[in-house]
């Protein structure tokens, strides 16, 4: 678009709000077309794979935990499989499954943020939950209680539900109290038909009409909808041995971003992780109730537009209360917190996981003493970065008449609904739309 | 303070813990946001009205020049500032970065290292501007943070408790994980405020509240750490979130330049 001096028009909208973390998009037009768009992720970078190196095994967990208070046990389970597999320490399944159930937790009292305080405003022009709040008080009430509970199962699990204290490697520091999860059962199911009735309610939004043709990756597991274990899936049909995840997939570092972004090596291209990306791969296994809420607010394994992804979390949380129902009713108990280590072995081990937001990879090595000589983590967001920017080119040249708020709004409203957390992938996040021949600052 | 503080939550290095924590106060958050006037919130609100605030709610350590000016900025615009947070109150955990070199740092992790502009310190708040209030932990403690709201509101200065993390764990009849299991901990030292979480799941303490007022630190290297660890474990275990809070980091630093004397006479 060009103005009527003949000069590139500039828009510059300072802050992208309601998201975890701080960037700016920075957007230059020429002519109708988009020949900037850069997801500018300016958090200042904070240097944890570095300063994890020369640390005990032990201390990973908790470190890593800190690069993100709303997905911590992403970080935590991720890194605790990773040197579980390096010590040759297979865990118990009662182990398991509770820390799938603390795995759940994270998965609802994220979800639910996202849904309720971050995205749902959009769609009815307020500028927060908060005044949302005022036209649905029941609909963010119930969204409040939704995340608490997310949260009580997080403290009975995990001590806090911000930066949680009790994965250890070999299992748990110490076992919930048995008495405290059932305490919570009632408040579950009561839980879950809140759950249903979010979904009902979001199903009457009007969604923008974007889609994409994505490539889809999340982990996919033979016997459950993948939370903390699986073997890779792409939509294409490609199945990868998480092992070999660093073969398939790159990140490369880009001079507008502290983040590094991640390519798919096969084909150069972008890709897509997170809610979305789950539905569309392991829709058969979530349960039948999941499944019915599913096809009548409308998101099925079809779905090409990001802004539904909305509705794929409404649906991973329904998952998610019946998953930690059906976990915390089980009798099977584990004999002991943890399996102590006996020897520590030196070496190389990797995991993979999917956080709220999508896939996790982390890879460690360990000396002989157990002290960490290399890591390196892979979150969601800085996978997802470059299929947003891709997404913003494609948006772009449609909305070019609009004038420039709306343009911003939009281009906001986009990025919004893939659940970025900037503090994952280095957070702050700034549009500015150039088309007047100036660069963005 | 008069009706309805104009409050703005502004962040700088964090991780966004602290400030989820008042979105984790699910059952206060819209009572809250009817009696302040929640004027810049990022993370929560598209809302972003400019300075002046009455208070300033800041997360997060300084770890860039810009950074460094947007605070001296943010400082000009508002009456009170209250930190909340390791990161803010002592340059969090990204402040292991201070005992180590920087430009290794930056390389370990980006390719290209040219274009990421970073200082080789991260620093608490305070030592750039004044500040009000500190309130401490790695997250704050929700009710602690909930105090210090309400306090505001109400227009006086909170209070919290700077007892050490061993009363509170005692009062629970949590048993001392020290002399039942020896298990090293931080809790003679560390401030209270979290609830002693980590003694209640059969774990030491790790600091994550800083330091408590006039620690012995050496007493507790001798008696507590000592005993059950080797000096470098226990440099690793001071030098966690509250790393560079100045009791642990001398601590940490003198334990450390124990070892080198060791290591250089053997
Ligand atoms: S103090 Fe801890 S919880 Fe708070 S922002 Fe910093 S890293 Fe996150």
Redesign the pocket.
């Known amino acids: 678009m060009t103005q009527s001096n003949g000069e590139p028009r500039v828009i510059r909208v300072p802050i992208l709000t309601r998201v975890e973390g701080e960037g700016a998009l920075d957007i230059r037009f020429h002519g109708r077309e988009p020949t900037e768009v850069h997801l500018r992720i300016y958090e200042p970078p904070r240097f944890f794979e570095a300063f994890l190196r020369g640390r005990p095994m032990e201390d990973v967990a908790d470190i890593t935990s800190?690069i993100c208070?709303i997905c911590p046990i992403a970080y935590q389970m991720t890194a605790v499989q990773a040197l579980e597999s390096i010590q040759g320490v297979k865990v118990s399944q009662e182990i398991r499954w509770l820390r799938r159930l603390v795995y759940c937790a994270e998965w609802i009292e994220s979800h639910v943020l996202h849904i309720h305080l971050l995205h749902a405003p959009d769609f009815f022009g307020c500028a927060s939950a908060m005044e949302l709040a005022k036209q649905f008080p029941d609909e963010v009430k119930r969204g409040l209680k939704l995340k608490k509970l997310g949260n009580q199962l997080l403290e009975i699990l995990g001590g806090r539900a911000?930066?949680p204290v009790n994965l250890a490697i070999g299992g748990f520091y110490r076992l919930p109290r048995r008495e405290e999860l059932d305490a919570l059962i009632p408040e579950f199911e009561r839980g879950l038909a809140w759950a249903t009735e979010a979904a009902r309610w979001l199903a009457k939004l009007e969604f923008p009409s974007f889609e994409s043709n994505y490539e889809f990756v999340a982990l996919s597991h033979p016997e459950e909808y993948a939370i903390e274990e699986g073997e890779i899936k792409v939509s294409d049909g490609t199945a990868i041995p998480t092992s070999s995840y660093e073969e398939h997939f790159q990140e490369v570092q880009v001079p507008h971003s502290t983040a590094l972004q991640s390519r798919r090596v096969a084909t150069g291209g972008t890709y897509f992780v997170g809610p979305l990306a789950r539905i569309q791969l392991n829709f058969n296994q979530l349960t039948p109730h999941a499944k019915t809420i599913a096809s009548e607010i409308g998101i099925d394994p079809s779905c090409r537009n990001p802004h539904r992804s909305i509705l794929a979390r409404a649906i991973e949380v329904v998952y998610a209360f019946e998953e930690a129902l059906k976990i915390m009713k089980r009798r099977a108990w584990p004999s002991e917190a943890r399996k102590a280590l006996q020897n520590v072995m030196a070496g190389e081990g990797i995991s993979a996981t999917e956080a709220p937001r999508g896939l996790i990879f982390h890879r460690y090595r360990v000396d002989e003493t157990g002290k960490i000589e290399f890591a390196k983590i892979v979150p969601p967001t800085s996978q997802n970065q470059s299929q947003i920017e891709s997404d913003l080119r494609q948006l772009l040249p449609t909305i070019a008449d609009k004038q420039d708020q709306q343009i911003a709004i939009d281009c906001e409203r986009l990025v919004r609904s893939y659940d970025p957390c900037i503090s994952c992938s280095t957070h702050f996040l700034k549009v500015n739309i150039a088309r007047d021949g100036l660069r963005p600052e | 303070m008069k009706s309805k503080p104009k409050i703005a939550i502004i962040k700088f290095a964090?991780?966004?813990?602290?400030?989820l924590t008042l979105l984790d106060a699910e059952d206060e958050l819209l009572a809250i946001a009817d009696a302040v006037d929640l004027a810049h919130f990022a993370e929560a609100s598209s809302r972003l009205d400019a300075g002046p605030y009455d208070v300033a709610i800041v997360?997060?350590?300084i770890t860039t020049e810009d950074d460094r000016l947007r605070l001296l900025r943010l400082r000009d615009e508002c009456r009170w500032m209250v930190t909340?947070?390791?990161?803010?109150t002592s340059g969090?955990?990204q402040a292991l970065r201070n005992f180590a070199d920087h430009e290794e740092f930056i390389r370990a992790v980006y390719a290209t290292p040219e274009t990421i502009h970073s200082l080789a310190t991260s620093t608490p708040i305070a030592s750039h501007v004044r500040v009000d209030f500190e309130l401490r932990?790695?997250?704050?403690d929700k009710s602690q943070l909930l105090e210090v709201l309400s306090s505001l509101i109400a227009g006086h200065r909170p209070r919290t408790s700077t007892e050490s993390v061993c009363q509170p764990c005692k009062r629970k009849g949590t048993i001392c994980v020290v002399v039942a299991q020896g298990i090293p901990c931080l809790g003679p030292i560390t401030q209270s405020g979290c609830g002693s979480i980590c003694p209640a799941f059969d774990r030491g303490c790790y600091g994550?509240f800083g330091p408590t007022v006039q620690p012995n630190m050496a007493g507790h290297s001798q008696g507590v750490l000592l005993p059950r660890m080797s000096e470098r474990d226990a440099v690793n275990l001071l030098r966690g979130?509250n790393a560079a809070a100045p009791s642990f980091q001398q601590e940490s630093v003198r334990l450390w330049q124990i070892t080198q004397t060791r290591d250089s006479t053997r």
């Open positions: 800190r208070g911000i930066h | 964090s991780c966004d813990g602290c400030q997360e997060g350590s909340i947070g390791a990161c803010a969090g955990i932990g790695c997250p704050v994550c979130f």
